[in-house]
Each structure stands twice: as structure tokens, then as C-alpha cells.
């Protein structure tokens, strides 16, 4: 162990020999907090090269102020069948019992904005924007696996793990604590530069890091998410009900969808962009810079026509790395069903 932390130092300090020193914040800066300027600055570095958009860094402890939060989310049983959001209620709280002797949890983030739009008519058949290219988990894993590799590879025998939806982590959470923005009152995590179309993923190390402290809320006395909401889920400033979301009616809940929510999907089919699409902070959108995320010929081409004679080759074809494959062809093809003709019967969904 004493060997690890040894060789850990060497070869940070090695590294600081190519480098110039950060300005000292204080006057009292000593070694230690030296190398751990360098090595955060590094990491955000590299993360800007790989593509992500931001960075930040947040020491890793529990989360006091979000552990009621979460448990009245629980007990009011507002993740609905999302049954995997009440497991790992400890872990979820605290990246210490994720990863062995966590001390920093990096934040990243990765816009999605696109630049052209699918047609969002009052007729039009809509799929969130986050949805028009490859499944996100795919691309952040990807690029924060070659950032784990270059922290390990230059600082030296660091311990980690790449999260991304993965496991019981939250991820706005700590995004927040790391200075990349703040959560709004649609409970998305909104960026000053870039609004809210954003992935969030994040690394935890068991490597000292220097923290970046939370910013201010900027919501002010807006409510123009809560007012546009149609199905009532954002139940009051900060709190979303996620089982009244059309996000979860049309993705994650695997039964028909409820009778008292007919007509009120404003024709979203997979995901809903409503309460972002209002936000005047997204007028700081701009598109994003990820191939992957681009819109296929094929999807930017599907008609009313299409979606609601989908076939399982198209589906499987058209989404064999999207999001989308996660409500499995009969998922789709319940949710056309209930916004062409709300009043019409739709069948349970397994699996
Ligand atoms: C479960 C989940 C959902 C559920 C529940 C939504 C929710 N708000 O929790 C459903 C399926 C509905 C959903 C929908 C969407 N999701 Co989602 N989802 C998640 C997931 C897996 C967990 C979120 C979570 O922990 N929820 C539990 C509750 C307790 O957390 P919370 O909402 O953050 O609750 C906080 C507030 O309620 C607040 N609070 C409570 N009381 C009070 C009181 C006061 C005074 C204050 C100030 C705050 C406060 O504190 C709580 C704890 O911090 C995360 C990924 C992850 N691992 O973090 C993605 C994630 C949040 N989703 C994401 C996205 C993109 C979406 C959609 C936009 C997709 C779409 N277009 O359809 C929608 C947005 C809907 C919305 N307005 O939230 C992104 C958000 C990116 C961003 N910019 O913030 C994430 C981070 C995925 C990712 N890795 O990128 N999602
Ligand atoms: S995603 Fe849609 S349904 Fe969910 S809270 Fe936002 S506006 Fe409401
Ligand atoms: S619409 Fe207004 S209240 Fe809602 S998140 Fe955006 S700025 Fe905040």
C-alpha cells in the first residue's frame, strides 16, 4: 500500500516537472494541494479533448441534504415500476460504498442538442431529441473509459469506475456540486452556456482531487416548466413525480398506459421535451459536436405512416443502437396507439 502511494507521487510530481504551476489560491498552498490542482486540471483537459463539454470535480461523501429528498421521492412512490430507482438506496447516496476508498466523484457533460429538428406539428409523432442518434450510454462510456485510462496512464495507479446510468448514482447531483450548473425546477440540471440538452456521467476515483464549489440557481421567479407540463408531474418547484412523466409512461412503464392521462401526450411517443423546450434557458442551446448523436437519413425520413406501421426488422434496423430499442417494438407501437386514438385499448407490455 505505502508502495502504491509512493509510486502514486512519484509519478505525479514527475508529471509536474513538464507543467507550469497553478497561480496558489492561498498563501499557505502546500505540496499536496499542488499536485491535486495539477491532477484536476489535467483530468478536465482531457475531457474537453475527448469531447465532453464540461468538467467538474466534487469531493466524494454522502449526500445529507438529498437523503430525505429521496426517500419522500420513495415513499411517495413517485418512481412508479422504475423499481430499480428504490434499490441501492445507501449506495445511491453515498460513491464511497460504489468505489473502494472514493475521494472524488469528476462530473462530465455531453450536449445533444441537434441541429436540425424532426418535425414537432401539432400532427407530428415526436421522439425526444436525446433519442435521435446512438444510445448515450454507449457514447459517454466509451469516451469516459479513455478518460479513466489517461488519468491512469499519467498520474499513475488511480482506482475507479465510469458511471453512466450504470449503477445507483445521482447524477445531477453531482453534477451540481461540481459547479456545472443547477438544478431547475423541472429537476434537470441547466447549464448557463448551454441550457439543459445535456448527458451527465461521471467518474469516481480513488485519487484526491482539487473540488469546484456549487453555483447559484438561476430559476428566479420563472415557472414556465410547471405551467406547460401536461400531464401535472412537476408537482411543485424542483420536484417531478417521475410516474406522472410521459417519459416514463412512454419509456420505462412496461403496462398499458394509465385511462386518465389520454389526450395528453401532445403526441410525444418516446421521451418528452416539453418543460425543456419552454425553459428560456435553452435559447443558449447549440448544437453539439458528437457524430454519433446525429439524426439517421432513415429517422429523419420516418413518417406518421411509418411509426405506426413499424415492423420488427424496421425496428430492430432502424434502432439497433438507440435508446429507443429499450421499449422493445411493442412499447412503440402502445404509445402510437394511445396518442392517435387515446381512447382506444392498449395492450400490457412485457418483458
Ligand atoms: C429516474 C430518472 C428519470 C425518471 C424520473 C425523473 C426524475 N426527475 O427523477 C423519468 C423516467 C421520468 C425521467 C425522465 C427524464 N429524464 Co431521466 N433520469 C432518471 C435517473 C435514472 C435518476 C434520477 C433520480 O435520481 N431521480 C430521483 C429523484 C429523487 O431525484 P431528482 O428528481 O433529482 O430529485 C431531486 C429533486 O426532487 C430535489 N428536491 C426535492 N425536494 C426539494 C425541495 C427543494 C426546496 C429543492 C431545492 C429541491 C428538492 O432533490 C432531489 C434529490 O436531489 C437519471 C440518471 C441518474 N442516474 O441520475 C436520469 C436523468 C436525470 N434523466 C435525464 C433525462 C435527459 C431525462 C429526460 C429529459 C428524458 C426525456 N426527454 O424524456 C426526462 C426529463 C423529465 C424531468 N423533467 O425530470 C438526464 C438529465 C440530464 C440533465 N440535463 O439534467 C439524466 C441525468 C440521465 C443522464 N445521465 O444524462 N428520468
Ligand atoms: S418531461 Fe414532459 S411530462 Fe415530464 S415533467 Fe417535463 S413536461 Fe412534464
Ligand atoms: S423553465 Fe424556468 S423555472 Fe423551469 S427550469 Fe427553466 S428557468 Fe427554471
Not at 500500500?1 to 516537472?17: G, H, I, S
Request: hydrophobic share 35%; with cysteine; glycine share 6%.
Amino acid at each position: 500500500m505505502l508502495f502504491l502511494c509512493l509510486k502514486r507521487f512519484a509519478n505525479q510530481t514527475r508529471y509536474l516537472c513538464f507543467l507550469q504551476a497553478p497561480k496558489p489560491t492561498t498563501n499557505a498552498m502546500t505540496t499536496a494541494d499542488f499536485v491535486r490542482q495539477n491532477n484536476s486540471q489535467l483530468i478536465k483537459n482531457k475531457a474537453i479533448e475527448l469531447g465532453f463539454d464540461f468538467c467538474g470535480i466534487s469531493k466524494a461523501d454522502f449526500l445529507e441534504v438529498e437523503a430525505p429528498r429521496l426517500e419522500n421521492w420513495l415513499n411517495g412512490q413517485q418512481h412508479g415500476q422504475m423499481h430499480y430507482m428504490a434499490n441501492h438506496f445507501d449506495k445511491r447516496l453515498d460513491p464511497r460504498l460504489l468505489v473502494e476508498n472514493a475521494k472524488s466523484v469528476v462530473s462530465v457533460l455531453l450536449n445533444y442538442y441537434p441541429e436540425k429538428r424532426l418535425p414537432e406539428g401539432p400532427d407530428d409523432y415526436k421522439i425526444s431529441k436525446y433519442a435521435y442518434g446512438t444510445d448515450y450510454h454507449f457514447v459517454l462510456k466509451d469516451k469516459l473509459q479513455d478518460l479513466l485510462w489517461y488519468v491512469q496512464e499519467t498520474i499513475g495507479e488511480v482506482g475507479g469506475r465510469i458511471f453512466v446510468d450504470s449503477a445507483p448514482v445521482m447524477d445531477k447531483v453531482w453534477a451540481a456540486k461540481s459547479g456545472l450548473g443547477w438544478v431547475g425546477k423541472h429537476s434537470n440540471l441547466l447549464n448557463r452556456e448551454m441550457g439543459s440538452f445535456f448527458f451527465i456521467g461521471e467518474l469516481i476515483l480513488d485519487l484526491d482531487l482539487w473540488p469546484d464549489g456549487p453555483i447559484k440557481d438561476y430559476c428566479g421567479t420563472c415557472t414556465r416548466c410547471i405551467d406547460a407540463c401536461p400531464t401535472d408531474a412537476i408537482t411543485s418547484p424542483y420536484v417531478v413525480d417521475g410516474s406522472r412523466c410521459i417519459s416514463y409512461f412512454t419509456i420505462e412503464l412496461k403496462e398499458a398506459i394509465p385511462a386518465e392521462v389520454k389526450g395528453q401526450f401532445e403526441n410525444w411517443i418516446f421521451g418528452c421535451d416539453i418543460c425543456q423546450d419552454v425553459c428560456p434557458w435553452n435559447r443558449f442551446s447549440r448544437p453539439h459536436r458528437t457524430p454519433e448523436f446525429n439524426l439517421s437519413t432513415d429517422l429523419e425520413q420516418f413518417s406518421n405512416t411509418d411509426w405506426e406501421e413499424i415492423t420488427q426488422e424496421v425496428f430492430a434496423e432502424l434502432f439497433r443502437r438507440s435508446a429507443i430499442k429499450r421499449t422493445k417494438l411493442e412499447g412503440i407501437k402502445r404509445n402510437v396507439a394511445f396518442v392517435k386514438s387515446p381512447t382506444e385499448v392498449v395492450q400490457n407490455i412485457t418483458g
